[in-house]
Structures are given as C-alpha cells and as structure tokens.
C-alpha cells in the first residue's frame, strides 16, 4: 500500500504560481511513477502531469504545458507539481496518484490516490 498526501492548494490570482505537494507513506515512493490529475465541477477527472520512478521522464497535458512543471524527491518521498501562470480554467480539485509503470496518461490505470487539494485561481 501506499498513502499519498496532498497540500499546497489555495486561492491565487489569475497570472499567479502554486506548489503543491504529494508526500507519500507506505511501500517505497521510489518504485512508482507519480501522475497529476484534477477534477472541476461537474467534469471527468483529467491528466495533468506524470513523472516516472526516476524522474527521468515527464509528460503534460497540451493545456498545462509550458506553464506547469512535475518534480519529485525520492529522498523525501514527496513529488512536486509547480504551476505557473495560473488561469481560471486551472480551478479544480488537484489528485496525485501512483502506479508501477505505464502508460501515464489513463485515470483508472493508477493504483494509489491521495485526497486531492483544492486551487482556485480567481480572474
């Protein structure tokens, strides 16, 4: 099992820049690929953002690229979603999710959910 921790949401401004953080509990955080995810009112719950085990490898969203950036610490068991230029589309409830190993992109194909963090961005 692992348990994944949200934090980091909040309220910002159009053009403003949140972190949030997943920290992890469990099996070894290092053995799993971290994805990003977020739901708004009344949507599915979309991809945002994947890192492999490694950190080698990062993907994005086409809506997010440029302006987000995934990171992870496996020394602390915790990965990173950096946002950037937040707009008010950007507002949802943001997940973090793990799995062994791919395809990144697919909701259901994760193992481990966290709670999810709230980001508002207001216009």
């Known amino acids: 099992q692992v348990q994944l921790v949200e934090s980091g949401g909040g309220l910002v401004q159009t053009g403003g820049s949140l972190r949030l953080s997943c920290t992890a509990s469990?099996?070894?955080?290092?053995?799993?690929?971290m994805g990003w995810f977020r739901q708004a009112p009344g949507k599915e719950r979309g991809f945002v953002a994947a890192i492999t085990w490694s950190g080698g490898s990062t993907y994005y969203a086409d809506a997010v690229l440029g302006r987000f950036a995934v990171s992870r610490d496996n020394a602390k068991n915790t990965g990173y979603l950096q946002m950037n230029r937040l707009e008010p589309e950007d507002t949802a409830v943001y997940y973090c999710?793990?799995?062994?190993?791919?395809?990144?992109?697919?909701?259901?194909?994760?193992?481990?959910w966290g709670q999810g963090t709230q980001v508002t961005v207001s216009a």
């Open positions: 999710a793990a799995k062994r190993v791919g395809p990144y992109i697919a909701v259901m194909t994760y193992d481990y």
């Open positions: 469990g099996r070894t955080f290092s053995s799993y690929a």
